[in-house]
């Protein structure tokens, strides 16, 4: 019944909000802001992603928004598991200063958001210690670990069709992502009947495990192309992460394209595709194709794009 609860929340978080992102990569992330609702999905990631932002239409306006995103190395299933919403979650807050200008010649309207976001996130795995540890309790330990980010961005609507944005951040990261995964079965007797035995998976991560702080620098641009009732909506973005621990994390380079469908009568999304490359200078992988990444966005949108 938790899960329910849970899930019924981001589902009227996202119903009744008024702000969405444009374009994300396979992290949920963008740095391109639009006003509207939604409620994402990447199947792919085992990604949920929630948005909400508000502003007014004022040639001078404040704006506010909140992002909320969980995700699950385990597959979709297992983002509601245990009543928890995910082992990795994210939350930030947004505030930032829309201005509007007008062009001259076409009598079209652009607008550019001045925006900073304080954030946190929070990831739960499992820590193989190494076989030197003679029971389960002391092998496998509950790691949690919370670390803060703050990101400082603009983004641009150029006229009705051209979007553009430029985010600069720094988060503290662990280097779980490259731990080495295990399932251990567990098999012990049950005392109230002889002979009879139980089994309990144990999934668990062993490596080098650490800590590092990660600067990074993000880059999208999106154009609406309109074709009878939708927008096909063409995007590139490129994503630069600078690791203060080699040894944990090399620096990497990110370079992806996406294509999204906007209906143009209601201005709601109805979601897309992307590929991307995690690696384009091969500093964590000798070979090209294992750093290629292509995944699916089910995007629900429950209000309108509005220019913002």
Partial sequence: MKNIYLFLFFFAFSYYSNGQIFNQDAEGKSSIIGF???LNFDIKESLVKAN???????????ALGVDVQGKNSEGVAGIFENGTFSPEGEASVMI??????QNKENLTTSRLIYYTKLGVKTSEFKYDRGNSFTTSDTRFVDTVHTRPKIEVGASL????RLYLGLLLGNSKETNHSSLRKSVYKYVFNDPTLPGLQQTRDITAYSGNYGKYSNTYLNFDAVYLIPS????????IYFRYNKSSNENLRSDNSVLGTSLNFINIESGKFFGGVYLQTNDIFRNNSTAFN???????????????????
């Avoid at 294992?290 to 913002?308: D, E, M, N, V, Y």
């Fill in 36 to 38: 509207g609702g939604t």
């Fill in 52 to 62: 909400y932002y508000k502003s007014s239409l004022k040639e001078k306006a404040l």
């Fill in 96 to 101: 930032g200063s829309i201005r509007a200008f």
């Fill in 157 to 160: 609507r150029w006229g009705g």
């Fill in 228 to 235: 009878d009732s939708i927008y096909i909506s063409p995007a």
């Fill in 290 to 308: 294992k750093t290629i990444q292509f995944g699916l966005i089910a995007r629900f949108s429950f209000t309108t794009i509005s220019p913002f």
